[in-house]
């Protein structure tokens, strides 16, 4: 704290502190004038962000469209119709859900190529990081190394899975998707897509909330536990959707795997019209 | 240790403490890093701090370690209690099992056994986050200080509590990784300036100091730093809103 009224001697010596340090200060603040630091920081930081939230925000929606054959077949017929604009456009038109199918590949290459500047560049960073984390014995370390570990795995059984989608369009259905899983052999790679895809979500959704201060109550400890319940929630909410919905399609596949590759035709549609679609 | 599975000792009769310390020393070449293990009989109320100057008196007058102030202030203790940073001076031996790791914070330059040059690497940091107050207004040191506003000052002073202890960087995994980064601290004194009114650096200025990967922008909000802070610093959201602050920035 400066004295109010500093003796003779202090006087000079802090005028004399002064007179050094001000040309700095001055300096500093004039600094803005030279080329400065690039904003891409900024922006890829937003960027990974953003994606990252459209991706947790599509898994979601996503879940909700392909669990709707817990409810029946032609509820899902239904929902894939609607995503070919069958219901505005008068006929399905499959390349509209290649395009969905591209925008969400782009944005999960874009996400990918992002996150991986925050992956351990080298072995003397992944050995510090494992020992610290295995030293620390600490909730949301451990979390984001789980989420290095699924976000790594997603890199491969995410695009396999995309690609699929964007050749295939039209071969999304109750018959057609259950005998892509069963008669297929892609259950596997959608039961370990499923935790990674969920849990990875989830884990980023929090981090998310805490990183730009979403969700902040008066007591930050009291909302950061609020947020880690919602978590658990989403993370338990949707592995469980989404292992029952992939009992049903392995049901729906295993009993229609005689008749594999047959397109689904719903009940209200008449046997011509059904035909017609063979 | 779950609290509820350790075996109490019986009335009357102390615990008898093992410690293990991480032994070093840089300035004899012959040294290699070892644990050596203390044994003494627990006593009321006994900290970390008092277990070690127990030993350093009665066993081994070797054994460096740091202390100055013993009430959490000085930030020198600092040290991984069974892995995790934390004051020694803070730290209750009967919150711990019977027995007691301790190791030198990593990071930071080692002198010897559990003290490290934390003050080399803090003015280091200072210099880099030039964490004092910028102004072009000439000082005239016979006017009374310009008033500030107590919720103002508040503000300023809940977050000048940092004591510079160096546990937020020891539990930043982010810094375990890149040596660069600011980590907490270093954040925490941008964010402190930013709310001086006596400060005239705008958001574009620190954006020079703390927008990059070894800025806010590395952070990785694995809130170690939040969740270690002897002193409960409001770090989380510090961080948060300075990345916010910064990232508009980018926008621009």
Redesign the interface.
């Known amino acids: 704290m400066t004295p109010l009224n500093p003796s003779p001697e202090r006087h000079d010596l802090l005028a004399a502190s002064t007179a050094e340090t001000t040309p700095l200060a001055v300096a500093s603040v004039a600094s803005r004038a030279k080329p400065g630091k690039s904003r891409w920081p900024a922006r890829l930081d937003l960027l990974q962000s953003l994606s990252g939230l459209l991706l947790a925000l599509f898994l979601m929606a996503h879940m909700a469209f392909v669990s709707s054959i817990l409810i029946s077949h032609d509820a899902f017929y239904t929902v894939a119709r609607f995503f070919e604009g069958a219901y505005f456009l008068g006929k399905p038109y499959p390349i509209l859900v290649s395009g969905v199918v591209a925008g969400v590949l782009a944005l999960f290459v874009g996400h990918a190529w992002l996150a991986l500047r925050k992956f351990p560049a080298g072995f003397r960073q992944y050995r510090a990081f494992v020992a610290h984390k295995n030293r620390l014995r600490h909730g949301d370390t451990s979390m984001w190394w789980l989420q290095v570990w699924t976000g790594f795995a997603l890199f491969f059984m995410a695009t396999i899975h995309l690609y699929q989608m964007l050749m295939n369009p039209s071969l999304i259905g109750p018959y057609e998707s259950a005998d892509r899983v069963w008669t297929g052999n892609l259950w596997p790679l959608y039961l370990l897509l499923l935790f990674a895809a969920e849990l990875h979500a989830s884990i980023g959704l929090y981090r998310l909330a805490l990183k730009w201060g979403w969700f902040d109550a008066s007591d930050p400890n009291r909302s950061r536990r609020r947020l880690r319940w919602v978590k658990h929630g989403l993370s338990a909410f949707f592995i469980t959707l989404g292992l029952v919905t992939l009992g049903a399609y392995i049901d729906l596949g295993r009993a229609h795997a005689e008749h594999a590759g047959e397109r689904y035709v719903p009940a209200s549609q008449s046997a011509p019209a059904a035909s017609g679609r063979h | 240790m779950i609290p509820l599975l350790r075996r109490r000792p019986t009335a009357g009769q102390p615990r008898r403490l093992t410690l293990s310390i991480l032994r070093c020393n840089p300035a004899d070449p012959a040294s290699v890093p070892h644990l050596q293990d203390y044994e003494l009989d627990e006593a009321d109320g006994m900290t970390l701090f008092i277990a070690l100057n127990d030993i350093r008196a009665h066993q081994d007058g070797s054994l460096q370690f740091d202390f100055v102030c013993r009430a959490g202030i000085c930030g020198s203790c600092a040290m991984?209690i069974n892995?995790?940073p934390g004051l020694a001076c803070r730290t209750l031996t009967r919150d711990l099992g019977d027995h007691i790791t301790l190791a030198p914070l990593?990071y930071f330059e080692l002198i010897g056994d559990l003290s490290v040059n934390t003050g080399k690497w803090m003015r280091g940091t200072s210099e880099r986050l030039?964490t004092?107050?910028?102004?072009?207004t000439?000082?005239d040191?016979?006017a009374?200080?310009a008033r500030m506003e107590p919720a103002e000052a508040e503000a300023i002073y809940e977050l000048d509590r940092c004591i510079e202890c160096g546990c937020c960087i020891a539990?930043c995994?982010t810094a375990?990784?890149?040596e660069g980064f600011v980590g907490a601290v270093g954040l925490n004194k941008i964010a402190r300036f930013r709310l001086d009114p006596r400060d005239?650096?705008?958001d574009?200025?620190f954006?020079?100091l703390i927008?990059?990967?070894d800025?806010v922008?590395g952070?990785?909000?694995?809130?170690?730093c939040?969740?270690?802070c002897p002193k409960q610093l409001?770090l989380?959201?510090q961080i948060?809103?300075l990345?916010?602050k910064?990232?508009a920035?980018?926008?621009?």
């Open positions: 991984l892995g995790r990593p030039q004092w107050i910028h102004s072009t000439p000082v040191l016979d009374l200080e539990g995994g375990q990784m890149r005239q650096r705008s574009a200025d954006y020079e927008g990059d990967d800025g922008f952070c990785m909000s694995l809130l170690g939040h969740d270690l409001p989380q959201t948060a809103f990345r916010r910064m990232a920035l980018g926008l621009r």
